[in-house]
């Protein structure tokens, strides 16, 4: 059996204009930078989750710190990702993103009564907002605690 794995604590996005995208996570989505470089940007994305945009291109080699190599990455095309929302702040969201003049492209209502919209970043990523009861280990009602595997 694999040791367990506790949460993601990074997703990772390329962007083609870190400027640009800083003005968009920050202005639009709200997001506080923990840590802003020429080359990236580190998102508070909740507990013990970040948001990374990497300037694209700008890691397709070996990053070498005193600590050790971090290897090569990049990506490419529009990506996915999501970000947890309290279900009553939907009409807070759609407010926010009209008066950025960002269009949502697609809203889902799940089964289990969790809504999703759906919109794009500036480099074409597909961002979306999720309410809870989407997944199972996103319930909702009162938060659960995380029982550790055996």
Known sequence: MAP?????LETCLYVDDMARARA????????????????????????????????RGDTTTPVKLPGGTIPPHDGHGPLHFALAVPADSLGEWRRQLAAHEVAIE??????????SLYF????????????PGLWPNYPAGPARTQVPRP
């Open 120 to 131: 794009r970043d500036p480099d074409n990523h597909l961002v979306e907002l999720a309410t």
């Open 4 to 8: 367990a794995v506790t949460g993601v």
């Open 106 to 115: 697609g809203e889902m209502v799940w089964r289990a009564g969790s809504t």
């Open 24 to 55: 968009f996570y920050e202005t639009v989505l709200g997001l506080r930078s923990m840590v802003a470089e020429d080359r990236l940007t580190v998102y508070d994305a909740g507990p013990a989750s970040a948001l990374i945009l990497f300037l």
